[in-house]
């Protein structure tokens, strides 16, 4: 069944969230935007990166390609988005895939599991969960590791969930490299001075989405948001600046960045679905293969990004490769406060809401402080 045709006003961005999210039949996927494959509609332009922002050793050393050699899109009517294909290097996504799952998730890190169990318990996510998933499936249901139960984690100010604020009191450092990498995406998309003081890291599942909403909780937003994806594709839908303009549906791929910026920093978006591989990975034994003697890599070794000797070991990547079988990490990062700001003396309460109700829409972001992405399990 082909996308339904909906009509601005009739709440065309709810409509296509469950078409895409709809399991039996299964959405046809026809008018889904692929960036990996270039221009593909005259909706889809070419974008211009500032590509002496970054020099190549800077690049590098990030695990990303020569800014000259990015593949950067926009699209009509959404001034200020900008997608970058698979910026990364060969063998470096494994790299940062291992920080997601491995070194972000631990404390002083914020992550859904807090919430219901005690520091102890989600002490190390990845030591806990790291022999059960590199063991091969044994047939029988196993109880799922604290990985496979992670749907979020938070760095640097850390997201309240339950009042959409950040706070002066709640923050923690923010990951030196992490920075680093958004800085120079940042300065690439025309943002040289952008400060990366907050990271929201979703953890999707097969059969998790994660409801239509906009980022408007950061205190200066004439800052980007940046957004990072690893492992299985996803079907994103970017919308306008209220809750009813019909979406664009395209595809995320492993290794694909985007930009939202200027107009479009405040447009609604969502992830219906997450797909599954075959067909062909996006990522894996592609661009998310170790790259093991990788010629594309050269610079310090294989796979290996800045301050890393030899890229991402067997054992660990035995346990992120399984894990990236059936899941999707997102890394969003955003500056929270602008030069000199400071957060007001008083915390505010809700934001004001959009239009309430319904599935996939209503709430800023329909995801809870146990439940982080949905999931139709959960
Ligand atoms: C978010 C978000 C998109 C994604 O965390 O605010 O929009 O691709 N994430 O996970
Ligand atoms: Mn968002």
Not at 86 to 102: A, D, E, V, Y
Not at 106 to 129: A, F, R, Y
Not at 220 to 244: K, M, T, W, Y
Request: hydrophobic share 30%; glycine share 12%.
């Amino acid at each position: 069944m082909a996308a339904p045709m909906v009509e601005r006003g009739e709440d065309a961005f709810r409509t296509l969230f469950k078409f895409y999210r709809r399991k039996h039949p299964p959405p046809d996927l026809s008018n889904v935007l692929d960036f990996s494959k270039g221009i593909v509609c005259d909706k889809v332009l070419s974008t211009n990166l500032e590509v002496s922002a970054v020099s190549d050793g800077e690049a590098s050393r990030a695990g990303l390609r020569p800014v000259r050699d990015w593949r950067a899109f926009g699209l009509q009517g959404c001034p200020g988005f900008i997608f970058i294909a698979n910026p990364f290097l060969r063998g470096s996504q494994p790299h940062w895939l291992r920080r997601c799952l491995k070194t972000y998730t631990q404390k002083p890190n914020v992550c859904n599991l807090d919430m219901h169990m005690s520091p102890n318990e989600t002490d190390d996510i990845w030591g806990k969960s790291a022999d059960t998933l590199r063991r091969a499936p044994c047939g029988k249901k196993e109880p799922k590791t604290l990985l496979e139960k992670l749907r979020w984690v938070t760095l640097g100010y850390h997201y309240n969930w339950n009042t959409k604020t950040y706070s002066a009191e709640h923050h923690t450092p923010f990951p030196a490299d992490l920075q680093r990498l958004s800085g120079l995406v940042a300065a690439a998309a025309g943002f040289p001075s952008f400060n990366a003081e907050a990271g929201i890291l979703n953890y999707y599942r097969s059969d998790s989405s994660l409801g239509i909403h906009v980022d408007e909780s950061e205190l200066d937003l004439s800052r980007p948001l940046l957004s990072f994806c690893f492992g299985q594709s996803a079907i994103f839908l970017l919308g306008g600046p209220r809750r009813e303009d019909p979406p664009t549906a395209m595809y995320m791929h492993s290794g694909d960045v985007m930009v939202m910026s200027g107009q479009s920093r405040l447009l609604y978006h969502a992830v219906p679905r997450i797909l599954q591989d075959p067909p062909p990975p996006c990522g894996l034994g592609t661009s998310l293969s170790r790259g093991q003697g990788s010629p594309e890599r050269g610079v310090s070794g294989e796979g290996g990004v800045d301050g890393e000797e030899g890229g991402v070991g067997g054992e660990d990547w035995a346990v992120c490769s399984r894990y990236i079988q059936s899941s999707r990490v997102n890394m969003t990062v955003r500056q929270v406060l602008g030069p000199g700001q400071s957060f007001p003396g008083v915390p505010k309460g809700s934001a004001p809401d959009a239009e309430g109700g319904g599935e996939g829409g209503g709430q800023k972001r329909r995801r809870s402080s146990s439940g982080g992405t949905e999931s139709s399990d959960t």
